[in-house]
C-alpha cells in the first residue's frame, strides 16, 4: 500500500475548491466549505493561496450596520489562458479559452501538410489578435485524429496518412520550449468529448460518450470526470467495430469504411446539407448502424449520456438523429436519449483545458 502523505490531501481539497470557482460565478468562504465539506479554515488557507497565484481575486466588500460583509470571491479569468488546437489533416482549428472554459478567440486556417509551420505561424496570430500577454499561457492542448502513445510519445494517424507510428516528442518539445507552457497532445475525440462534459454549469456527474461521425468514425469516452484511453490508447477507436465477420484488416476500419463521408457520399449522392439525393435511404442506412454502436457502447460503458457530433450527422440533419433514437428504442434494453453536442468548439475548449489542468496540478503541489 503506497504510504499517506498529507500533502495529497491538501492538494485534493485544492482542486475540489478551485473546480467550486471553475463552477459558480462568485462564492463566499462559508458556502463553499458548505458545499465541498472541507473546514472553514482549511477552506480560507487554500484561497489565501489560490489569490497568491492570481487564480482567484476578492470583490470589493460593502459596510453595513452590523459590521463588514464577508469578501465575495471570483474565478480570476482575465489571468491565465490556454490554447487549444485541433488539427483535422487539412485545417487548423485553434482558439483561446479561459480558465472557465470560455472561447475567447477563435480562428480556423487551412495548413495543408505544413502542420508544424503553420501551427507556430498561426498561435503568434491568435495571440496577436486577442492581446493576451504571452507569459500568460498556461497550457496548449493538440488534438490529432490518431492514436497517441504519451509514454513512447508516438501518434498513428491512419486518417492522416500515418499508418504507422512516427515520433511526435520533438515537436511537442520545440512548442513548450518556445511558448514555456504545458504540451499535450491526444486524440481529437477524447478532447471534444472532455470539452463537452465540462461545458455544464453546475457539472454534469454522468459519464458521457462523445460519437463523431465525419470523414474518419471515432468516439471519447469520459468516465469518473476522466478521459477513458485504455491499456494500449484505443479506447474509443469504433470504427475498427465489426459486425460481420472478415478477415480483412482496413487501415481505417471495417465500419468506418461502410459509413463515413466518403461511403455516404458515393452510396447515396449526397453532396450537402442542401443536396436531398437519397437523403431516406441514407437515413436508414447510417442510422441502423449508429443504432448497433450506441446500443453496444452503452452495454460495455452503462453510460446514458450519449452524443453525436460530425459532418454526417450534420449532412443528414435531424433526420438522422430521430430515425436512430427511433432503432434504439426498439433494441437497447434501457432507455437513453441521443443529442448533439451541447457547445459550438468542444475540442478547442476540451483541449485548453486539459492542457491548462497539467499546470494547474503542478501548481497546486
Not at 481539497?13 to 479554515?41: C, D, G, H, M, W
Not at 450596520?65 to 488546437?85: F, H, T
Not at 507552457?181 to 481529437?188: M, Q, R, W, Y
Not at 466518403?262 to 449508429?290: P, Q
Request: net charge negative; proline share 3%; charged share 25%.
Amino acid at each position: 500500500m503506497a504510504k499517506y502523505e498529507p500533502s495529497h490531501l491538501k492538494n485534493m481539497n485544492t482542486k475540489i475548491v478551485f473546480q467550486e470557482f471553475r463552477s459558480n460565478e462568485s462564492l463566499f468562504v462559508n458556502k463553499i466549505a458548505q458545499t465541498t465539506r472541507i473546514s472553514v479554515p482549511t477552506v480560507m488557507k487554500i484561497v489565501e493561496f489560490l489569490i497568491e497565484k492570481q487564480l482567484i481575486v476578492e470583490q470589493e466588500y460593502t459596510t453595513t450596520k452590523v459590521g463588514r460583509k464577508p469578501n465575495m470571491l471570483k474565478l480570476n479569468r482575465d489571468k491565465y489562458y490556454s490554447v487549444g488546437i485541433i488539427y483535422e489533416g487539412d485545417y487548423l482549428i485553434m482558439g483561446i479559452v479561459d480558465l472557465a472554459g470560455n472561447v475567447l478567440h477563435y480562428v480556423q486556417v487551412r495548413c495543408g501538410h505544413h502542420f508544424e509551420s503553420s501551427l507556430f505561424l498561426n498561435i503568434d496570430k491568435l495571440l496577436e489578435m486577442s492581446g493576451k500577454d504571452v507569459n500568460d499561457l498556461i497550457g496548449i492542448g493538440i488534438g490529432i485524429p490518431c492514436i497517441f502513445d504519451a509514454k513512447a510519445r508516438e501518434i498513428t494517424a491512419p486518417l492522416i496518412g500515418i499508418n504507422t507510428p512516427i515520433y511526435f516528442g520533438d515537436t511537442i518539445d520545440r512548442i513548450s520550449e518556445k511558448y514555456n507552457a504545458k504540451v499535450i497532445v491526444d486524440n481529437d475525440l477524447n478532447m471534444q468529448a472532455f470539452g463537452e462534459y465540462v461545458s455544464f454549469k453546475p457539472p454534469i456527474k454522468d459519464d458521457l460518450i462523445f460519437i463523431s461521425l465525419g470523414t474518419g468514425l471515432g468516439a471519447g469516452v469520459i468516465i469518473d470526470g476522466k478521459v477513458r484511453k485504455g491499456n494500449n490508447n484505443v479506447c474509443g477507436e469504433i470504427g475498427y467495430m465489426m459486425f460481420e465477420y472478415s478477415e480483412e484488416k482496413p487501415n481505417s476500419g471495417w465500419l468506418e469504411e461502410k459509413i463515413n463521408l466518403s461511403a455516404i457520399k458515393e452510396k447515396f449522392g449526397i453532396v450537402d446539407a442542401s443536396d436531398d439525393g437519397n437523403r431516406t435511404d441514407a437515413i436508414a442506412y447510417v442510422s441502423g448502424y449508429l443504432a448497433l454502436i450506441v446500443n453496444n457502447m452503452i452495454c460495455c460503458y452503462d453510460v446514458s449520456n450519449i452524443v453525436l457530433d460530425g459532418y454526417v450527422i450534420d449532412l443528414l440533419g435531424e433526420g438522422l438523429i430521430k430515425e436512430t433514437q427511433r432503432k434504439l428504442d426498439k433494441i437497447c434494453f434501457k432507455s437513453v436519449q441521443i443529442r448533439k453536442r451541447n457547445v459550438v468548439f468542444p475540442g478547442v475548449s476540451g483541449g485548453a483545458l486539459l492542457a491548462g489542468n497539467v499546470w494547474l496540478e503542478e501548481t497546486f503541489k
